[in-house]
């Protein structure tokens, strides 16, 4: 009884009293380590997919250079689930059946800036389920390490009247490739009125002057690091038929600059 009663004593005492821990290093703290583990776990994400079954197939490959920021890490990976998900719920509304041609999701992250004050990526792919052609993936994202955030065009621009000014260029330019477009194919002059017609009607629809329409951008960066344009990117069908592909058309920054928002002005040449 005496040895049991020493041993509950024993293990009592353990209890009560931890084991003491190393000594810290000066100067250190429990979240030094924090920023090391967080560009770990979104380089580890960044990890490119290949799947190849009989009803479909995967592809998606990364740009490592978003792997140092997190929160541009995230929105590359949210992107690509959601394709994901579109592809399996098609092949999940397949049942038992193997399609003619496997399901597809093909998408390519491209790094089109990389520079201590802006990261600019591009995503370019399809989705395939059926039918002639697959739906066209095209997205771009644009980071600003020095202040740990994305650079959205509603934050580049906060005004309308800004987008009209905008709007008006882009129309233009657009109008312009689609009259030499008709041009070189060589329209019967009896189809040329209502080709025009048509075209000019999705591209005024595409380019309305809102930052909704113009979502997709990616700075044209000169050598001095600084914005000289921004090139806007316009998926098939925002602007043009599926046939005409993607469309863009680069905005240079004295255009830009007197709606830009002054806390980005310093980004752009001339800002």
């Known amino acids: 009884m005496t040895a049991v009663l020493l041993a509950a004593g024993l293990a009592a005492c353990n209890r009560q009293a931890p084991a003491p821990s190393a000594p810290a ?4 703290s429990s979240t030094a380590t924090a920023p090391a ?7 580890a994400s960044l990890a490119d997919v290949v799947e190849t079954t009989p009803r479909y197939v995967i592809g998606i490959s990364y740009p490592k250079e978003a792997a140092p920021y997190p929160g541009l890490v995230a929105a590359l990976t949210r992107y690509a689930g959601e394709a ?9 509304g397949l049942g038992n059946d193997t399609p003619t041609a496997p399901y597809e999701l093909s998408l390519a992250y491209t790094t089109l800036v990389d520079s201590p004050n802006l990261v600019a990526i591009g ?6 389920t059926g039918g002639a052609h697959g739906s066209p993936l095209i997205a771009r994202w644009v980071w600003l390490p020095q202040r ?9 621009v ?7 000014a905008i709007s008006d260029f882009v129309r233009e330019q657009l109008h312009t ?7 070189a194919d060589d329209v019967p002059a009896e189809n040329r009125a209502d080709m025009l017609k048509d075209a000019t009607r999705m591209i005024d629809d595409g380019t309305e002057p809102k930052a909704d329409a113009f979502s997709e951008f990616e700075p044209r960066v000169g050598r001095d690091g600084r914005i000289d344009a921004l090139r806007f990117v316009f998926p098939p069908y925002q602007v043009g038929p599926y046939a005409d592909g993607t469309q863009t058309v680069d905005v240079p920054a004295e255009v830009l600059l007197p709606h830009v928002a002054p806390a980005y002005r310093s980004l752009f040449r001339g800002g």
């Open 25 to 28: 290093t000066p100067g250190a």
């Open 177 to 183: 490739a689609l009259s030499q477009r008709i041009d």
């Open 148 to 156: 740990n955030a994305m650079l959205t065009s509603a934050q580049l």
């Open 158 to 164: 906060p005004d309308p009247q800004g987008w009209q």
């Open 37 to 43: 583990a967080a560009s770990t776990s979104a380089a």
């Open 123 to 128: 995503a370019d792919g399809s989705l395939y």
């Open 84 to 92: 994901r998900r579109d592809l399996m719920d098609s092949v999940e």
